[in-house]
């Protein structure tokens, strides 16, 4: 059985901020039916070492001047190594930021002992264990093929490096390269160097074997100064190993005919109930219109300041809003200020069974980001027959397919799409899915197409599988 180490600063269920922990968590079932264990290796931070149960000490040592002990233990379904470094990883709050708000000052080293271990790990040092391929997801896994060239690792242990998200480089400090143990021979343009500092991501841009992203529309843009935000000369160069692999969702946590926070529905008339539910939690009056629902962080990425812009022309139509989310500080107080109207409702927090109820109830989620890897709360609302509308953008490109007049006649239709992401552009689609919406029929068939869409890891998982057959060193 192919023997994969999987990289990662975050792991459904047990610690999450974003996507990223939904398809590391779901990536070692899933490559399980392509005959592919996956191991993941996480930090001990203090919600991963209380979910351990009868750890087993495999490996003690000290990296980069910071002792370390790695457990492996069993949570579910998935197979951990944890990365236990109290000293860098037992910190109360979020993984990233410190009670100011900011990142930890250490975020570097942290992330950095993270990849110095697994490279340890991909040359042999757990004893029992040998991967063949290394899979990083991201800056905090970059530095990783770094790491093995040193150990002399290269060419024992194939490396894959997925970008979830391009926007976030891993920049440390150039004098950081001796604490980090980096050879200053690399810290140029030809290697991780970054307008004079050290990028993690970079590292693993240029090192890697293989490098995949989570959409093939993505995988496009990022070659292109639009999106590559500044490393868009790095994926061209490295453009004959670059693929996009889409996302799947957790088919058996998002279900909705046995998900246990709603009230479970197999047709989309048992959406009904579920969008009364709703609407009593958040106060909103019925309506003639659609409910349209979003579930996300408040960034300037996902478009948030555009729905505030557009919002007026949805309401005049009888829609409503219903959102979930948090993050600046200036658009949770544009969306409190937009719940002063009766048919809209916010909640601001994170809140994973709330989310549920959200999707199930929603006519309609929103999905109005800049840019968007691929994005998975558009595929929970295929699947809970609540319509995507969507920037023509990244994932949302690729897994929705737009209501055209010709898509809607052909009956393939999935959702809507809007472009350009501009306010204007969003009003006009606001006022396609009240047009849809007022069609009875033409909406019911929407939905059926919908929650008929396929959003599962199957086809995904066989281009892991392949890509990894292709890296591991033939032994
Ligand atoms: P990103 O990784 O950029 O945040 P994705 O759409 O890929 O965006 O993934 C976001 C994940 O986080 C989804 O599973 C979404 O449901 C979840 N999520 C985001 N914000 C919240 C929130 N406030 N409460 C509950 N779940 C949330």
Same mark, same amino acid.
């Given at each position: 059985?192919?023997?994969?180490?999987?990289?990662?600063?975050?792991?459904?269920?047990?610690?999450?901020?974003?996507?990223?922990? $939904?398809?590391?968590?779901?990536?070692?079932?899933? #490559?399980?039916?392509?005959?592919?264990?996956?191991?993941?290796?996480?930090?001990?931070?203090?919600?991963?070492?209380?979910?351990?149960?009868?750890?087993?000490?495999?490996?003690?040592?000290?990296?980069?001047?910071?002792?370390?002990?790695?457990?492996?233990?069993?949570?579910?379904?998935?197979?951990?190594?944890?990365?236990?470094?109290?000293?860098?990883?037992?910190?109360?709050?979020?993984?990233?930021?410190?009670? !100011?708000? +900011?990142?930890?000052?250490?975020?570097?080293?942290?992330?950095?002992?993270?990849?110095?271990?697994?490279?340890?790990?991909?040359?042999?040092?757990?004893?029992?264990?040998?991967?063949?391929?290394?899979?990083?997801?991201?800056?905090?896994?970059?530095?990783?093929?770094?790491?093995?060239?040193?150990?002399?690792?290269?060419?024992?242990?194939?490396?894959?490096?997925?970008?979830?998200?391009?926007?976030?480089?891993?920049?440390?400090?150039?004098?950081?390269?001796?604490?980090?143990? *980096?050879?200053?021979?690399?810290? !140029?343009?030809?290697?991780?160097?970054?307008?004079?500092?050290?990028?993690?991501?970079?590292?693993?841009?240029?090192?890697?074997?293989?490098?995949?992203?989570?959409?093939?529309?993505?995988?496009?843009?990022?070659?292109?100064?639009?999106?590559? #935000?500044?490393?868009?000369?790095?994926?061209?160069?490295?453009?004959?190993?670059?693929?996009?692999?889409?996302?799947?969702?957790?088919?058996?946590? @998002? !279900?909705?005919?046995?998900?246990?926070?709603? +009230?479970?529905?197999?047709?989309? +008339?048992?959406?009904?109930? !579920? +969008?009364?539910?709703?609407?009593?939690?958040?106060?909103?009056?019925?309506? $003639?219109?659609?409910?349209?629902?979003?579930?996300?962080?408040?960034?300037?990425?996902?478009?948030?300041?555009?729905?505030?812009?557009? *919002?007026?022309?949805?309401?005049?139509?009888? /829609?409503?809003?219903?959102?979930?989310?948090?993050?600046?500080?200036? *658009?949770?107080?544009?969306?409190?200020?937009?719940?002063?109207?009766?048919?809209?409702?916010? =909640?601001?927090?994170?809140?994973?069974?709330?989310?549920? =109820?959200?999707?199930?109830?929603?006519?309609?989620?929103?999905?109005?980001? =800049?840019?968007?890897?691929?994005?998975?709360?558009? #595929?929970?609302? *295929?699947?809970?027959?609540?319509?995507?509308?969507?920037?023509?953008?990244?994932?949302?490109?690729?897994?929705?397919?737009?209501?055209?007049?010709?898509?809607?006649?052909?009956?393939?239709?999935?959702?809507?799409?809007?472009?350009?992401?501009?306010?204007?552009?969003?009003?006009?689609?606001?006022?396609?899915?009240?047009?849809?919406?007022?069609?009875?029929?033409? @909406?019911?068939?929407?939905?059926?197409?919908? #929650?008929?869409?396929?959003? /599962?890891?199957?086809?995904?998982?066989?281009?892991?599988?392949?890509?990894?057959?292709?890296?591991?060193?033939?032994?």
């Amino acid at each position: 059985m192919m023997q994969v180490l999987s990289v990662a600063s975050e792991c459904a269920p047990l610690i999450k901020t974003g996507g990223l922990a $939904d398809v590391v968590g779901a990536l070692p079932a899933a #490559m399980a039916a392509e005959g592919v264990q996956v191991r993941t290796v996480l930090p001990g931070y203090p919600a991963v070492m209380q979910a351990l149960t009868d750890p087993t000490i495999v490996l003690t040592g000290q990296s980069l001047g910071v002792p370390f002990r790695v457990l492996a233990a069993q949570v579910g379904d998935l197979d951990l190594l944890v990365l236990d470094a109290p000293q860098l990883f037992d910190r109360a709050g979020s993984i990233y930021l410190g009670p !100011n708000g +900011k990142d930890w000052p250490d975020n570097p080293l942290r992330f950095a002992l993270l990849s110095q271990v697994a490279a340890r790990i991909g040359v042999g040092a757990i004893s029992d264990w040998q991967p063949q391929v290394i899979h990083a997801h991201d800056w905090q896994a970059g530095l990783v093929p770094e790491y093995l060239h040193g150990l002399g690792g290269s060419g024992k242990v194939g490396t894959i490096l997925t970008i979830h998200n391009i926007a976030f480089h891993g920049l440390a400090d150039a004098s950081l390269l001796n604490m980090l143990q *980096l050879s200053p021979a690399r810290m !140029n343009r030809d290697g991780f160097e970054f307008w004079g500092r050290i990028s993690a991501l970079k590292a693993g841009l240029i090192g890697a074997d293989r490098l995949t992203t989570v959409s093939p529309t993505y995988a496009e843009e990022l070659m292109t100064d639009a999106f590559g #935000m500044g490393l868009d000369g790095v994926m061209r160069q490295r453009r004959d190993v670059l693929s996009g692999i889409l996302n799947g969702i957790d088919e058996a946590a @998002w !279900n909705p005919a046995t998900d246990p926070t709603i +009230k479970p529905y197999k047709t989309t +008339k048992g959406k009904t109930a !579920n +969008k009364a539910a709703l609407q009593a939690e958040f106060g909103l009056p019925t309506s $003639d219109g659609p409910l349209c629902v979003m579930v996300s962080r408040l960034t300037e990425q996902k478009g948030v300041d555009l729905l505030l812009d557009a *919002l007026p022309t949805l309401l005049a139509r009888s /829609g409503q809003l219903i959102v979930l989310g948090s993050g600046a500080t200036e *658009l949770e107080e544009g969306l409190r200020n937009a719940a002063r109207d009766d048919h809209v409702g916010v =909640r601001i927090g994170y809140d994973e069974a709330l989310s549920h =109820r959200i999707i199930a109830g929603g006519d309609c989620i929103l999905v109005p980001s =800049r840019f968007e890897p691929c994005g998975l709360t558009q #595929m929970y609302g *295929l699947r809970y027959g609540t319509i995507p509308l969507v920037a023509l953008t990244g994932g949302l490109a690729d897994t929705v397919i737009n209501a055209s007049p010709a898509g809607v006649l052909a009956g393939v239709a999935t959702g809507i799409q809007f472009n350009p992401i501009t306010a204007d552009a969003l009003r006009s689609a606001f006022t396609r899915l009240c047009d849809l919406y007022a069609d009875g029929p033409l @909406w019911a068939r929407l939905q059926k197409n919908a #929650m008929s869409h396929p959003v /599962g890891w199957g086809p995904s998982a066989q281009a892991y599988a392949a890509l990894y057959r292709d890296v591991a060193p033939s032994s």
